[in-house]
């Protein structure tokens, strides 16, 4: 028998397969998300993420009366994100936007001041702002609760990885970033190098990477009031079984604050939630 996923993964994963590492073609890509909203993880996951450039390819992939719901990454100037909603049709729905807002060293508040009208320009779509962590991050996220305070769907993104070793966020830079969020009732998404659930090092490239179950313990702990030492310490622990047992406690609940992040595979952090029994592989006794 089919079981749902609980509520705690719920929309964990948004699909990223066209963006790298994984560099799926378009084709391939809204294939394979074919599958997976046909398949027993289903709720697992959240859109397919395209970027903007690729919008104008997607009509011709889509069947007549196929719904497809995508993400749009902004790899083109900001302001060419506010014609979106006329570069899709019916069978489309724009469920969110993500736009960087500067580069790592840059002012951000320019590109945020840019940024905050788009959500009056799309129905019913979430944009959030990814910002560096960096100089003016605690500004950008001011910026941003206010504009969320005066009704606005926008919100904040963090990189936790990439190409470069220094592109990795420490445990303790994370966690101040979570508690920033939290002290500022503002969600977030969080994107790369979040493929497995438990803190661990990639044998290919030498990087450290965060696990996203990790992430789940820090930002339960923070959202009860934990300070930042609290939440750096879970994002650095490494033996699995507390950790495991904190997301099991919370399994049939709300993810606090987290919304969610981006990966290029769907099945690696899949599998890893099945072989810690946080999901029981599709099949109930």
């Known amino acids: 028998m089919s079981t749902q996923v609980p509520r705690l993964f719920t929309g964990l994963v948004d699909d990223a397969a066209v963006f ?16 997976h909203r046909a398949a027993w993880y289903a709720d697992l996951v959240g859109p397919l993420l395209l970027p903007a450039s690729a919008l104008p390819e997607l009509p011709a992939l889509l069947g007549p009366d196929e719904q497809l719901e995508i993400g749009v990454v902004g790899d083109v100037p900001i302001a060419r994100l506010y014609q979106l909603r ?12 993500e736009a960087a807002v500067a580069k790592r060293g840059e002012d951000p508040q320019p590109g945020l001041a840019e940024l905050v009208g788009l959500p009056a320009h799309l129905d019913d779509a979430d944009v959030y702002a990814e910002i560096p962590l960096t100089w003016g991050l605690l500004g950008a996220l001011d ?3 206010a504009e969320r305070a005066a009704g ?35 969600p977030f998404k969080l994107t790369a190098g979040l493929h497995h659930a438990i803190r661990h090092i990639d044998p290919e490239t030498g990087f450290t990477h965060h696990g996203f ?24 622990a490494t033996d699995p079984v507390p ?8 399994r049939d609940q709300n993810r606090p604050l987290w919304i969610g992040f981006g990966s290029c595979s769907v099945m690696e952090p899949l599998i890893d939630l099945v072989r810690l029994g946080l999901v029981n592989g599709g099949y109930e006794e």
């Open 143 to 145: 910026r941003l609760a």
């Open 86 to 97: 006329d570069q899709v049709d019916s069978r489309i729905r724009i469920r969110q936007v």
């Open 152 to 186: 606005k769907r926008i919100a904040a993104k963090f990189r936790t990885g990439g190409l470069a070793a220094e592109l990795f966020p420490t445990p303790v830079e994370l966690a101040a970033v979570i508690g920033a969020c939290r002290d500022r009732k503002l």
């Open 20 to 35: 790298p590492p994984g560099s799926a073609t378009l084709p391939e890509a809204v294939a394979a998300h074919r599958r």
């Open 243 to 250: 950790l495991v047992e904190a997301a099991r406690s919370r």
């Open 213 to 236: 179950v990790n992430i789940l313990a820090a930002t339960a702990a923070g959202d009860a009031g934990a300070e930042v030492t609290e939440m750096a310490e879970l994002l650095a």
